[in-house]
């Protein structure tokens, strides 16, 4: 059972920034895609940047780039969302998740396993 938990979410001001942590367990992730996504309140879960294991492709939407980076750590099964720049519109409760499988998948029903959450909040 593949089993993913976040950490590293709090309280920055704007232009701060925080890096969040997704600790891996219950599988031998180099075949998986790793990803993660993010939900504020009253939205739907919206992606936000992908990472494949393997080859550690990634991509991420258009609201992040040049601000966010997903990296991994094929040796410790760590991945990673360094967020800087952070704007008020960021905040939200941020998720990790996983699939088999090694494509950028960027819709949140391509992904199986999911994290409990880290709750990120950027005040003005």
């Known amino acids: 059972q593949v089993q993913l938990v976040e950490s590293g979410g709090g309280l920055v001001q704007a232009g701060g920034s925080l890096r969040l942590s997704c600790a891996a367990s219950g599988r031998t992730f180099s075949m998986y895609t790793m990803a993660w996504f993010r939900q504020a309140p009253g939205k739907e879960r919206e992606f936000v940047a992908v990472i494949t294991w393997g080859a550690g492709s990634t991509s991420a939407t258009d609201s992040v780039q040049g601000r966010f980076t997903i990296s991994g750590d094929n040796a410790k099964n760590m991945v990673y969302l360094q967020m800087n720049s952070l704007k008020p519109e960021d905040t939200a409760v941020y998720y990790c998740?996983?699939?088999?499988?090694?494509?950028?998948?960027?819709?949140?029903?391509?992904?199986?396993?999911w994290g409990q959450g880290t709750q990120v909040t950027v005040s003005s």
């Open positions: 998740a996983a699939r088999q499988g090694a494509a950028l998948w960027r819709r949140w029903n391509d992904y199986g396993y």
